[in-house]
């Protein structure tokens, strides 16, 4: 009998359906094989969320292409959930309410997966890396834009020394309204673009070029989805400084918003810019793929600009009808690390397999603290500024997180 990885879900919306239900479907039909950890099953064995009519609707429509799951509401969820043993649990709620479930999954002993942000503040992921190491399982954040394959090309000419010393950078990413007035409307109460999206280019930062965090500027507009003097922001405009170990500084600006109108062709529009000592780096989602119009269809039911390659269902030259894409090769590379540790060798040797894959600093919440510390900072400076006190900087020492 083959072994078999049992997963846990927190959370059914959007999230889930596009990329985490491709996941459980696709690997209900072919299984998981590496030569590290053999032949093995994963099944999504039970799943918390706030009232279970997603879940209860999903169970209905996968029957037949996974097994059926348990489906707890409530309060109660996630320990009833937890009740099932699972071997590891991703968490895709609201990112304030991230810290609570995924807290609750590690003292179980169950690795880990976190949509991104994982946590908003310092002290929420230290806690949690604390918990991991204790119960010796796995914490990991999902980035799936590193796996974007413009972004891998750029780290690998930053890795090579193709692309030397990067000066400044420029990230934009604008969604529709729509995003933020029905697909998330329950998501974005109190809460802001830039920690929901500008994540993943401080990530994307972080990771590819190094340095050190140090200052952090941050700035927002108020008004189209909420009160023009409450906590819920329509777009801000961040700026990270980091310095490198030559003693040299660099700034990025990373601009977001979900307030852009929903006609606009681009959908989700993204936009880099990375200068460098001898290059420069351009990247645009509209300029890189596919412009689509079908009468009475673009913009608004399909888009003019689609991501073929974040997550995308086609017709395969040889008649499968499949869904791909980096936003799931990265929920299944998380499932092959769980199985590596849990599967690839004697049981002596599993600590070894941990620290390995922990090393992994793409996704790993041990690696994570310069991106949590971005965050925790423009949450604070925002706070700040809807409290009549704007024009604030924080600025990190790699502990903890000042205002000035």
């Known amino acids: 009998m083959r072994p078999v990885l049992k997963a846990g879900m927190v959370g059914m919306g959007m999230i889930f359906d596009e990329t985490y239900r491709p996941f459980f479907e696709a690997v209900a039909a072919r299984g998981l094989y590496d030569r590290r950890f053999g032949d093995l099953d994963v099944q999504l064995t039970a799943v918390a969320s706030k009232t279970g009519q997603r879940a209860e609707k999903y169970q209905t429509q996968s029957a037949g292409r996974i097994p059926s799951f348990r489906s707890y509401a409530g309060d109660e969820a996630v320990a009833l959930m937890l009740r099932e043993q699972p071997t590891f649990a991703c968490v895709a709620t609201p990112d304030n309410r991230h810290f609570e479930a995924s807290k609750a999954i590690l003292e179980a002993g169950v690795h880990l997966l976190i949509e991104k942000p994982s946590v908003l503040s310092l002290k929420e992921v230290d806690e949690l890396i604390a918990i991991a190491q204790k119960n010796g399982v ?88 909420g009160p023009k003097d409450g906590g819920t922001w329509d777009s801000c405009q961040l700026r990270l400084i980091y310095d490198y170990a030559d003693g040299r500084e660099a700034a990025f600006d990373i601009h977001t918003s979900w307030v852009t109108p929903d006609n606009f062709p681009g959908y989700v529009e993204q936009e880099v810019q990375f200068r460098f000592d001898n290059g420069i780096w351009n990247g645009h989602s509209r300029k890189r793929g596919v412009e689509l119009t079908v009468e009475n269809l673009t913009p608004l039911k399909m888009k003019n600009t689609i991501n073929n390659h974040y997550n995308g269902s086609f017709l395969e030259p040889w008649g499968e009808r499949s869904q791909r894409g980096y936003g799931i090769e990265v929920i299944d590379r998380f499932a092959r690390e769980v199985a590596f540790v849990e599967y690839g060798g004697s049981a002596a040797d599993r600590t070894a397999r941990l620290h390995e894959i922990r090393a992994l600093g793409y996704a790993d919440l041990s690696a994570d603290r310069q991106v949590v510390a971005a965050v925790e900072a423009m949450e604070r400076i925002l706070e700040a500024q809807a409290a009549g006190q704007p024009d604030r900087v924080a600025r990190f020492n790699g502990d903890v997180v000042e205002l000035f």
């Not at 969604?175 to 999206?197: D, L």
Request: charged share 20%.
């Open 138 to 225: 796995l914490a990991r954040v999902v980035y799936h834009k590193l796996l974007d394959p413009d972004h891998k090309k750029l780290r690998t000419l930053v890795a090579d020394q193709v692309l030397q010393h990067v000066n400044n950078g420029y990230c934009s990413l604008l969604e529709p309204r729509q995003i933020s007035g029905s697909q998330f409307s329950e998501w974005i109460t109190g809460r802001n673009p830039g920690t929901y999206v500008a994540v993943h280019y401080i990530k994307l930062i972080d990771f590819t070029f190094g340095g050190r965090l140090k200052t952090v500027m941050c700035t927002g507009q108020r008004g189209l989805v």
